[in-house]
């Protein structure tokens, strides 16, 4: 929770910052954050991210809760495995009604 709220706190112009215009965020990666790629899910919003795999029986998916954008270009976010306990990154995911 802790690092998404430095993420959006690092998003937007700070009325006291260098530029009236630019958030610190964008000053120091050169990355404007796109709404449709970085605002896609709120916090702890349940889903089932794509995984890659071959033609197996075994599932594609797998059940996670959505924590933050990483802020690429790519528009990838970072997700809570249930099943495995780890934060994993990943660009193709379904958001799911709770």
Request: some cysteine; overall charge negative.
């Amino acid at each position: 929770m802790v690092y998404n709220m430095k993420f959006w706190l690092n998003s937007f112009p700070h009325k006291d910052g260098i530029y009236d215009n630019m958030s610190p965020r964008t000053i120091i990666t050169g990355i404007k954050l796109d709404h449709d790629k970085h605002c896609k899910d709120d916090f702890v919003t349940y889903v089932h991210i794509h995984e890659e795999h071959e033609n197996s029986l075994t599932s594609g998916t797998m059940g996670a809760i959505a924590l933050r954008p990483t802020g690429n270009t790519q528009g990838t976010h970072y997700f809570f495995n249930i099943n495995s306990g780890h934060c994993v990154a990943c660009y193709s995911w379904t958001a799911l009604p709770m």
